[in-house]
């Protein structure tokens, strides 16, 4: 069985604050492990993808994260927050790597402040 | 073109209506996904067709109906939907070429049912 939690359902950085949501995952294999944003209004897009080439994955829009196996952790962080950050994220846990049996978390909904 | 295009933006219709929600990528992708999304909740996969092949999720009721004319046209066929059928439904598709693939997401429709 595969799932992932996310800690935090909201939070909340200033504007040009380091972002850090916290992802940790359950998987008796070596999973494969998203990050995925929704803005308002939209579908989701995919950040970053970990397929154990890295354990520190560079995704889109300056955001990152790195796969930490000794504590099941997958965080997504991103050195400054913009405005435009706002939006929902989640993190997902796929053991084939596939999309097709993607479980996704509950999601957290980030909040910049200007 | 990285774009996944959905019609209409919006529908809303009666329990006793037959509508369909249309999806297409001219991206080459062979897996086009539908998902369907609660408010504040992840997405929730409900078919995929995979190089026309179907995969469904057993807890999809009848009353939604996939079909997957050709490889870039994804068409989701609605018909005696109930209330709780309300939420916005997502298009997806991927290249489905391995660990390095990436999914695309189209913008959704959002389904009213009275």
């Known amino acids: 069985a595969q799932s992932v939690t996310q800690l935090g359902s909201h939070v909340s950085v200033s504007e040009g604050a380091l972002v850090l949501l916290r992802c940790n995952y359950s998987s008796s294999v070596p999973p494969y492990l998203f990050w995925y944003v929704q803005y308002p209004n939209q579908g989701l897009q995919l950040l970053l993808k970990?397929?154990?080439?890295?354990?520190l994955v560079k995704g889109i829009n300056g955001f990152e994260a790195e796969f930490k196996k000794s504590e099941t952790s997958f965080h997504l962080t991103k050195p400054s927050a913009h405005m435009s950050d706002a939006a929902e994220y989640f993190c997902a846990v796929s053991l084939s790597g596939g999309y097709q049996k993607v479980t996704f978390g509950i999601g957290t909904k980030l909040q910049v402040i200007p | 073109d990285t774009e996944v295009t959905q019609t209409p933006k919006h529908l809303v219709m009666g329990m006793t209506n037959k509508k369909s929600l249309k999806c297409e990528q001219h991206?080459?992708?062979?897996?086009m996904y539908w998902y369907k999304q609660k408010a504040k909740k992840p997405p929730e996969l409900m078919f995929v067709y995979s190089y026309e092949k179907l995969s469904i999720n057993e807890s999809v009721p009848s009353r939604f109906s996939p079909e997957c004319p050709n490889s870039s046209l994804l068409n989701l066929h609605l018909h005696a939907l109930q209330p709780e059928d309300s939420a916005l439904y997502l298009c997806?598709?991927?290249?489905?070429?391995?660990?390095?693939?990436?999914?695309?997401f189209g913008p959704g429709t959002r389904l009213t049912v009275l």
């Open positions: 970990y397929t154990s080439a890295a354990t």
């Open positions: 991206m080459g992708h062979r897996a």
């Open positions: 997806a598709s991927s290249q489905e070429s391995g660990v390095t693939d990436t999914q695309y």
